[in-house]
T-cell receptor, first 113, second 113 residues
Framework: EPEVTQTPSHQVTQMGQEVILRCVPI?????FYWYRQILGQKVEFLVS????????KSEIFDDQFSVERPDGSNFTLKIRSTKLEDSAMYFC???????????FGPGTRLLVL | GQQLNQSPQSMFIQEGEDVSMNCTSS?????WLWYKQDPGEGPVLLIA?????ELTSNGRLTAQFGITRKDSFLNISASIPSDVGIYFC?????????????FGKGTLLTVNP
């Protein structure tokens, strides 16, 4: 069964450093998403992406965040200058043109020291 | 932003017991989804509900989309130890490229063998 994959599974970085989180959505999907989950809290929407541009973004997704689909398979989330409060699980999700449901990847656990 | 109230926050039950959890919202959603999350993993879709009043089953799981489109419940019958995890409701708002999910805070289910 097709699935969303994410790399790395864990990332430890120093405050102020840039990180890039990578996702490979399900191959025929057209809508892509990033969510984050701070430890012990709910999953929060960050950004949606369609047709090579951002469709919607939340208040969390400030100027330090950016997304890109550099090729036909990868979808990346970049945090330019990480802060301590960026520590969280980051989930990528995708869905098809007609499908109502999003499928989530296993997540990247980011720890900012 | 939209808020989902999910209850209970946690449940501790004996194997074989039935479980019920629900979500309510002040806003209308077009779709209700129920996900399960195991520790360190991404949310896995359990049931999707697309129409007000819809009642859908998936094995021992049953979920309903409330008539008002502002609530949903999930029932698990005859619980087993592998049902342990965090259950999230999620409501879909928008469509097309504006589709996004709003998650509840989750219900932590513990099943005592």
């Amino acid at each position: 069964e097709p699935e969303v994959t994410q790399t790395p599974s864990h990332q430890v970085t120093q405050m102020g450093q840039e990180v890039i989180l990578r996702c490979v959505p399900i191959s025929n999907h057209l809508y892509f998403y990033w969510y984050r989950q701070i430890l012990g809290q709910k999953v929060e929407f960050l950004v949606s992406f369609y047709n090579n541009e951002i469709s919607e973004k939340s208040e969390i997704f400030d100027d330090q965040f950016s997304v890109e689909r550099p090729d036909g398979s990868n979808f990346t989330l970049k945090i330019r200058s990480t802060k301590l409060e960026d520590s969280a699980m980051y989930f990528c999700a995708s869905r098809g043109e007609i499908q109502e449901t999003q499928y989530f990847g296993p997540g990247t656990r980011l720890l900012v020291l | 932003g939209q808020q989902l109230n999910q209850s209970p926050q946690s449940m501790f039950i004996q194997e074989g017991e039935d479980v019920s959890m629900n979500c309510t919202s002040s806003s209308i959603f077009n779709t209700w989804l129920w996900y399960k999350q195991d520790p360190g993993e991404g949310p896995v879709l359990l049931i999707a509900l697309y129409k007000a009043g819809e009642l859908t089953s998936n094995g021992r799981l049953t979920a309903q989309f409330g008539i008002t489109r502002k609530d949903s419940f999930l029932n698990i019958s005859a619980s087993i130890p592998s049902d342990v995890g965090i259950y999230f409701c999620a409501g879909r708002s928008g469509g097309g490229s504006n589709y996004k999910l709003t998650f509840g805070k989750g219900t932590l289910l513990t099943v005592n063998p």
